[in-house]
């Protein structure tokens, strides 16, 4: 008997179709998008938020720890700044050492999902962070950690929680941990949970329920789905029969889409089988280790002008910033943050195979991972850094994405990181289709259908965030775009 996570039986066809009913409803259904946009500029009004860049010894609650140097809050909650040590013997840079974020406890990212007239919607928060580049943006339901739900910072309920803390009284669509950023937290891990309600949800100020295609559309507006909504999004089990019904694809690129969605576990170019073993395989090969040590005993980062910093000015920093909120579970507070020193590239190289539409995702080890190895986009970076950098760590297939014909250029938008614990951190997602006669795969690169990718994040720790985050990019061009 196949034991492979690609192997599990399918989802409810039922439960998919709904799915696919809300994502060809884009043009809206309890809201209009018009009536949106109308809501989310008068949450950004109310919700305005003053965040002030300090220097980290102005922290209040906050303090380094004398024998380490790390940074903790003086309640022992919340998350730390730590050091990480790292060798990997067989890689471009074979050790270093660097600050990251060390927070074990796992929170809820949540959204509620309920039919009306019998099109599935979702509830969205408008919710401000102090990382973000510029308001609000649409965030989950539940958008929180432990501490924040168990109130370790004194301060207001989080709506909703309930949900996802009893979720045995609703039906679970996902419930799964996965990681975050392997290069900035260590082994960082959320519950992602698509709870289905059938019972009356009051609609409490600041969320709103909104279609699938809505959520589709507004992920290609600049900074307006958050990363938490487009990491728990793609946990939707929308993949398998059913898929069919989501509506017009528009064009060929559409309907290989939808093919690769509904294709079998079994019908890409690799089986299920093969990519567990190749996963597999990578993770019990890679050498990497990775220990966490006193930030004090980090190399080549020095403490200058009230921040951490890598000597060369790549990287990321490490800042505080004091908050002043409305809407919050907590008015006022100060935190530290990451800033990453510039903006950051992450593809997927996309094309067809025998019809269907592949993705080609690499084998990637991150030290801060549970299991070293996850899958991630075919490429995932931050150009500049490389300057630093030997050329032989220069990103595979980085030049095939940043040279590509526009044409060829089916996503494009840019999108930020989690504002709670970045500041001002952003991405630009592509989608990018390969030439016809281009077929490159590497041995750290390989081939997989939607419905592959789909069917691995019932499980945890098999894409990282920045893959799952795409994924749901890519669903977003199932449907041809509403008239007008």
């Known amino acids: 008997m196949n034991t492979t996570p690609l192997a599990a039986t399918t989802v409810d066809e039922q439960r998919v ?72 013997p067989d890689s471009a840079v074979p050790h270093w050492s660097q600050p990251v974020i060390n927070q074990p406890e796992t929170g809820i990212l949540g959204i509620l999902m309920s039919e009306f007239d019998g099109v599935p919607h979702f509830l969205m928060q408008a919710k401000v962070e102090p990382g973000n580049c510029d308001g609000p943006q649409l965030s989950p339901t539940v958008q929180a950690t432990r501490s924040n739900f168990t109130r370790a910072h004194r301060g207001r309920d989080v709506p909703y929680v309930e949900y996802f803390r009893d979720a045995a009284r609703h039906t679970l669509l996902a419930d ?11 082994r960082k891990r959320n519950r992602n949970m698509i709870v289905e309600v059938r019972e009356p949800v009051a609609v409490r100020e600041g969320f709103t329920w909104l279609t699938l295609g809505q959520l589709h559309e507004l992920l290609a507006v600049d900074d307006l789905v958050n990363m938490d909504s487009r990491a728990a999004l793609a946990c939707l089990p929308l993949a398998g029969p059913g898929t069919e019904t989501v509506g017009s694809p528009g064009d060929a690129f559409g309907s290989a889409l939808l093919r690769s969605c509904a294709a079998g576990p079994d019908e890409g170019r690799h089986t299920g089988a093969e990519i ?27 403490s200058a002008e009230g921040r951490i910093s890598h000597r060369t000015g790549a990287f990321f920093d490490v800042m505080g910033v004091r908050v002043r909120a409305r809407g919050r579970e907590v008015d006022e ?66 030049d095939e994405v940043l040279g590509a014909d ?60 920045e893959a799952r985050g795409l994924l749901a990019c890519l669903r977003s061009l199932l449907a041809a775009p509403a008239a007008g």
């Open 333 to 398: 507070w100060t935190q530290p943050l990451i800033a990453a020193t510039g903006p950051g590239v992450i593809a997927f190289l996309v094309r067809e195979i025998d019809g269907v539409l592949h993705v080609l995702v690499q084998a990637r080890a991150e030290a801060g991972h549970n299991d070293v190895i996850e899958l991630a986009p075919t490429v995932q970076c931050t150009p500049q850094n490389y300057a630093h950098l030997p050329a032989e760590a220069r990103p595979r297939f980085l």
């Open 17 to 88: 179709r709904g799915l696919a009913r809300s994502a060809a409803a884009r043009a809206g259904g309890l809201t209009t998008t018009a009536d949106f946009h109308r809501w989310f500029a008068a949450c950004a009004e109310r919700l305005h938020t003053e965040v002030e860049p300090i220097a980290l010894d102005e922290l209040v609650g906050w303090h380094t720890d004398p024998e380490t140097g790390n940074l903790v809050h003086d309640s022992g909650r919340f998350f730390s700044i730590e050091g990480l040590r790292v060798e990997r």
């Open 276 to 302: 567990a073993h190749w996963v597999t395989e990578a993770r019990s090969t890679t050498d990497l280790r990775a220990r966490l040590v006193p930030l004090r005993q980090v190399d080549e980062w020095q």
């Open 176 to 186: 799964v941990r996965q990681s975050e950023q392997g290069a900035w937290f260590y």
């Open 406 to 465: 526009p044409r060829r250029v089916r996503f494009d938008t840019t999108l930020s990181e989690e504002g709670g614990r970045f500041y001002h951190t952003r991405n630009r997602y592509l989608i990018v289709e390969a030439e016809p006669d281009w077929s490159a795969e590497h041995p750290d690169h390989r081939w997989l259908t939607v419905r592959q990718l789909t069917e691995l994040l019932r499980h945890s720790y098999y894409l990282n965030v």
